[in-house]
């Protein structure tokens, strides 16, 4: 009794911090939320003022009905989904063997791949730049491409941790049974790595979704631009429409928090219980 | 090597790692080399045949240039801060998130949002925020807690510049640090906290022996990847000191990399910059790792 | 998990709305900023290193070839989106008298065209034309990047009779001409009307003690209102005063900046800065992260700032309340005036494969007529002989008037590096760092290096 009193006073204790702590993580999304809505001549007045005193949708009328603006958003959401599926499944495979599999020379290739996360992105967008040339890979196909591989060693580095915390003893069960390393990494490590697999998921999603550097070089054909993109072009060299692009990237946001929201429930104490029960 | 099997596993590994590693040789691997040869020359981008090798000049010339310094002194503190206190801040928001309490996906993906928001929009608005004669930070400073006597012109100074960039930093990055430790914490058994409460272990004491421990590879792999997002900063110092204001100051190392590349179009000296940088990371990297790396029994 | 539920429809039943609003506001207009859909491989399998070393030899001028196969002009550019529209429009007259030619004009953003630039000649994959910022010409010249237009592009001789020579100016390097202005500004005082009522002043300073003048009578520093302001250090700040008092940064052939940025109008110039900014006429926003020029002009924290022509569409949009007022940058010592000149030229890009097409292309768009069209959009044209145009706007006209008189920043390819010298050198002037001499000398020093530097 003593302790699921403590248990409950903490977690009363807990909400009242973690809503004293919102109040300073969401005062630059409020912000943002009510900048959206105010007209042109108020965005940067000063002082700012935390409430808007004339409110208007004329933002998000003229953003989202630009007329790429749905074509944008639609090219992000198709190049993020194919990224992070590919980069899901490419690097558990690679995880897979880092974690389960040996061989000579496993941790120095491991240490090979780790560079992948050491390097500035932007020191190669060149040297990409002729390498998708070559193999004529740009538009979607070279952005999909280029986003797996920057994710690779992160989210492989990633899943190693969490695969190798997978218990041992549910393997022996599927050798006993003659399976393959397949089986093992189909059956058994990936249906328990929810929470990895999801942090992966969600990781790459909003790195795919949110990506300008590559984005901007490597598209060619203006119809296949994506949304960091689009929104950047809301501003010219002297003039730019600020409620406009606030409004544009409020809206950016959507798909990024379905995402989380879809996958975050993964975090559930009590999904990935050893699995020995039954 | 001997395995468990008796056997290498070399046969189906390379079925395994062959997608990713065609990937990575492909757009990593040559991309890198190709930028390593580059960092050797005074590198000519219409003709590259008449680039001019210079050994390690670009190099020495970097290690010698007091901007460049500069730059690494900003982005090595910029990054000893803001890990140590997402590290901190993030285990907390992990741990009172770990529990079930009323609203906790809203609480959740509340604390998320930051993280998924553009660099570019929250750079603008720390800078608004911050703004030297009528943000709101200094109202709140000066008119509200009546801490200061005038206004704090930040972005002037260069070194009260870097409170905003850090601070920024700070608030976008808890929620993801946060996540992965959530995540990290699903792994562990609930049975191991029951066997511990069982024991008599109150909070403080469950957190010392049963989650941190568990929690190490987490702790490792954010250190080491918080630590290399910290070096590589770019965007906010770039949006908020304009590439070094003022006097060449308050640049990151890859704003120095970025001018010298993408403004000067000196090629070479960027891609000396980034490899001396890249370097620092690796070693640093590799030491996290072998601090830390154990495994879990 | 119900809350959880609820918040998952939502948001989806949300984004659902979000895009068949969009689908909705999508006007069915045909596509006029693509050529038809063309893969992206047409183009014959190139080589990856452009292997011509030099630019090609100035040939006899060639005559009116008849164009073989239909060709396509890439044209890259930074244009707002309603310049684009206007854009669209030029390229509309163009090809109607250019059969065979089609334009495909790609837009970017301002903030990483340079980075889109770079890269795209980095592979040898080039656009044809590229209308680009006038301080980075002598820059991409000097790389090779560029193709050299006096003696190769028809007619240039006439074509550049007829413009400005500030912007003309831009286009030069090492002796010849590697590009075209396309579109210029300069900037003018911008004097807050009601402000000068309130302090009893009738008109705008016309000469630069009055402006000092000024400057003081307007402020009042514990009300938060300054009589001046500028945007910053960096030298297109004061660059107009610079100019206007005689001072110059190097010497006409570019060998030397001893005696000119460290000379004694240089000195004058921030000497007289310095002042204004001790006697607190000046607003110390510029030093870093204060009130924007603009913002602080229309709200009547800055008595005066100066700045360019875009600014009336920045108040249309920002402040249609306020009424913006323009006025010639004061005069110098000299009894003249100066300032300093902005903008765009056209360059055409080695490794273009279709040269001729695009220099018609070119020179298209310093025609009356396209200059003209492209002015409805607030482009101002580098013509002399459409000063006081009737179809011009009106506000153009005290641009226009100073643009007889403006300078172009120094020519070279490492201008931003010399910008950032004498940009160095004004903050430590401001902060008491460096006496004025002293830090310009340091900045001459540093400039003389990049002359003869590599």
Redesign the interface.
């Known amino acids: 009794m003593n302790w699921r009193i403590k248990n409950n006073l903490g977690k009363v204790v807990s909400v009242i911090i973690l809503v004293l702590g919102l109040g300073i993580v969401l005062i630059p999304i409020w912000y943002m939320i009510i900048t959206s809505f105010k007209p042109q001549t108020m965005i940067f007045e000063l002082p700012p003022h935390l409430w808007p005193r004339t409110w208007t949708l004329n933002n998000y009328i003229a953003a989202l009905g630009k007329d790429k603006f749905g074509r944008y958003f639609l090219n992000s959401a198709f190049v993020a989904v194919a990224s992070t599926l590919l980069t899901v499944l490419v690097s558990s495979m690679m995880a897979f063997v880092f974690a389960r599999l040996q061989f000579r020379g496993k941790e120095s290739l491991f240490y090979l791949f780790l560079l992948g996360m050491m390097v500035p992105p932007v020191m190669l967008i060149i040297p990409q730049f002729l390498v998708a040339k070559w193999l004529n890979l740009f538009n979607f196909a070279g952005l999909i491409v280029v986003y797996i591989t920057m994710n690779l060693s992160m989210q492989t580095f990633l899943l190693r941790g969490v695969f190798e915390n997978v218990p041992r003893d549910l393997e022996e069960a599927a050798l006993i049974d003659g399976g393959g390393s397949w089986t093992i990494f189909t059956r058994i490590i990936l249906p328990i790595s929810g929470p990895g697999i999801a942090v992966v998921i969600i990781n790459t999603f909003l790195y795919s979704w949110e990506e300008f550097a590559w984005a901007n070089v490597a598209i060619k054909n203006t119809n296949m631009r994506t949304l960091p993109i689009g929104i950047a072009l809301f501003q010219s060299e002297h003039l730019t429409e600020w409620g406009q692009v606030f409004a544009a990237s409020l809206v950016a946001l959507v798909p990024v928090v379905i995402t989380f929201l879809i996958f975050q429930r993964y975090f559930v104490q009590g999904i990935s219980t050893t699995g020995l029960k039954g | 090597m001997k395995t468990r099997r008796g056997y290498s596993d070399l046969i189906p590994a390379v079925f395994f790692l062959l997608p990713g590693l065609v990937l990575f040789l492909l757009f990593f691997f040559g991309p890198m080399v190709y930028s390593l040869r580059i960092s050797f020359f005074n590198w000519k981008i219409v003709h590259p045949d008449q680039s001019v090798f210079i050994g390690l000049r670009n190099y020495l010339r970097a290690l010698s240039d007091p901007i460049f310094q500069r730059a690494v002194m900003n982005t090595s503190a910029y990054t000893v801060i803001t890990v140590t206190v997402k590290l901190v801040l993030g285990l907390a928001v992990a741990l009172l998130l770990n529990q079930t309490i009323p609203g906790r996906t809203f609480f959740r993906v509340a604390y998320y949002l930051p993280v998924i928001t553009s660099w570019v929009i929250v750079s603008l608005l720390f800078e608004y925020m911050f703004n030297g004669q009528a943000g709101l930070i200094n109202y709140f400073l000066k008119n509200i807690l009546h801490l200061i006597p005038k206004n704090v012109l930040w972005f002037a100074d260069p070194i009260l510049t870097l409170v905003p960039i850090v601070l920024l930093d700070i608030w976008k990055g808890v929620g993801w640090a946060a996540i992965i430790f959530l995540a990290g914490m699903q792994s562990i058994p609930v049975e191991l906290h029951e066997a511990a409460r069982v024991d008599g272990a109150n909070s403080g004491a469950q957190l010392r022996f049963v989650t941190l421990p568990l929690l190490r590879p987490t702790l490792v792999y954010l250190v080491v990847v918080l630590v290399i997002g910290g070096l590589n900063a770019y965007i906010p110092f770039q949006l908020m000191t304009n590439g070094g204001d003022p006097l060449d100051l308050t640049h990151s190392v890859l704003t120095l990399m970025y001018e010298a590349t993408f403004s000067r179009i000196d090629f070479g000296y960027g891609a000396a910059i980034s490899y001396l940088l890249t370097i620092f990371v690796f070693f640093i990297s590799v030491i996290e790792l072998r601090l830390m790396r154990r495994r879990v029994t | 998990m119900k ?2 539920r609820f ?2 429809t939502f ?2 039943v ?2 659902l709305l ?2 068949v ?3 909705c ?3 069915t ?1 045909p ?1 006029t ?2 050529a038809p ?1 063309v893969p ?2 047409t183009q014959p399998p190139a080589p ?3 292997t011509n ?1 030099q630019p090609p030899p100035p040939t006899a001028v060639p005559t009116k070839m008849p164009t073989a196969a239909p060709v396509t002009i890439r044209y890259w550019h ?4 309603a ?1 684009a529209a206007q854009l669209d429009k030029v390229i509309a007259a163009f090809e109607a008298t250019n059969p065979g030619i089609t334009i495909e004009p ?7 065209f ?3 630039l ?6 040898g ?1 080039v656009p044809d034309v590229v209308r680009m910022d006038i301080v980075w010409v002598p ?1 991409f010249a000097n ?3 560029l193709v050299q237009l006096d003696g190769t592009l028809p007619d240039f001789e006439t074509i550049i009779s007829d413009v400005f020579p500030g912007p003309l100016a831009t286009n030069k390097w090492n002796g010849h001409y590697y590009g075209l202005p396309l579109d210029t500004n300069t900037q003018v005082l911008l004097w807050n009307k009601s402000r000068f009522e309130a302090a009893s002043i009738a008109n705008p300073p016309a000469t630069m003690d009055e402006f000092v003048q000024d400057a003081c009578k307007l402020t009042d520093a514990a009300n ?1 209102q300054y009589g001046y302001a500028e945007g ?2 960096y030298f297109w700040a004061p660059a107009p005063i610079f100019y206007t008092m005689g001072g110059k940064v190097t010497d006409e052939g570019i060998t030397t900046a001893t005696g000119y940025i460290n000379g004694p109008e240089s000195v004058a110039v921030f000497t007289l800065l310095k002042d204004l900014n001790d006697r607190g006429c000046l ?3 510029l ?6 020029t603009d ?1 602080g002009h229309a709200e009547g924290i800055y008595g005066m700032i100066i700045d ?1 022509p ?1 600014m009336v ?2 108040y249309k ?4 309340d306020f009424q913006v007022n323009f006025a010639p940058i004061p005069t110098g010592p000299n009894g003249t005036t100066s300032s300093v000149v902005g903008g765009e030229d056209v360059v055409i890009l ?2 273009s494969k279709n040269q001729e097409a695009a220099m018609k292309w070119a020179a298209y768009l310093l025609s009356p007529d396209a200059q003209k069209m492209m002015a409805a959009v607030g482009q101002m044209p580098v013509l002399t002989t459409l000063i006081g145009d009737s179809s011009l706007p009106p506000y153009f006209a005290v641009f226009q008037e100073q643009l007889k008189t403006a300078q172009a920043r120094v020519p070279h390819p ?1 201008w ?2 010399m910008d ?1 010298a004498i ?2 050198a004004y ?2 002037i401001l902060r008491g760092d460096q006496t004025v001499q002293v830090a310009l000398d340091q900045a001459a020093t540093e400039i003389n290096a990049l002359i003869t530097g ?1």
Do not use: F
């Not at chain 3, 930074?78 to 989106?81: F, P, R």
């Not at chain 3, 770079?118 to 592979?123: R, Y």
């Not at chain 3, 949009?317 to 249609?320: A, D, E, L, V």
């Open positions: 809350s959880n918040i998952l948001v989806s949300l984004t979000i895009l609003l969009t689908a506001a999508t006007p207009t596509p900023t693509q859909a992206t491989n990856v290193i452009p070393t930074t244009h707002s989106d310049e790609t837009r970017y953003a301002y903030s990483d340079k980075t889109a770079l890269t795209a000649i980095s592979s994959d820059e790389q090779g990047a938060n910053g250090t607003s110390p926003n030093l870093g992260g204060g009130i924007a913002a360019g875009w569409d920045i949009n920002n402040y249609p080695e490794g490492r931003s590096d950032n940009n160095n903050q430590r590599p």
